[in-house]
């Protein structure tokens, strides 16, 4: 199982990113997917949830009305739609798999800062 995570950078608050994981190793459209993300010094959270085959989906409080998961199962990809972003978003951003057995992408980094 691989997943990669991509489009993470650096961007001012009010501002948009777009996070793209690309997933392999397993039958992806079999299987929902997620978004966590890590700040510094605190516990990885789930940000988001997309079910197989994208009909239900999830959203932490925090993130809710700005952030759009969505993923595509022909391309083996998962996004992550993020408006709106705020200073308190700034965090390492993972997709993880939800197998038998959890596994994570290397992550990306989302810094909100003006």
């Known amino acids: 199982v691989q997943l990669v995570e991509s489009g993470g950078g650096l961007v001012q608050p009010g501002g948009s990113l777009r996070l793209s994981c690309a997933a392999s190793?397993?039958?992806?459209?079999?299987?929902?997917m997620g978004w966590y993300r890590q700040a510094p010094g605190k516990e990885r959270e789930l940000v988001a949830r997309i079910n197989n085959i994208g009909g239900t989906t999830l959203y932490a409080d925090s993130v809710k009305g700005r952030f759009t998961i969505s993923r595509d199962n022909a391309a083996n990809t998962v996004y992550l739609q993020m408006n709106s972003l705020k200073p308190e978003d700034t965090a390492v951003y993972f997709c993880?798999?939800?197998?038998?057995?959890?596994?994570w992408g290397q992550g990306t980094q989302v810094t909100v800062s003006s």
């Open positions: 993880r798999a939800f197998l038998s057995r959890v596994y």
């Open positions: 190793g397993f039958t992806f459209s079999s299987y929902a």
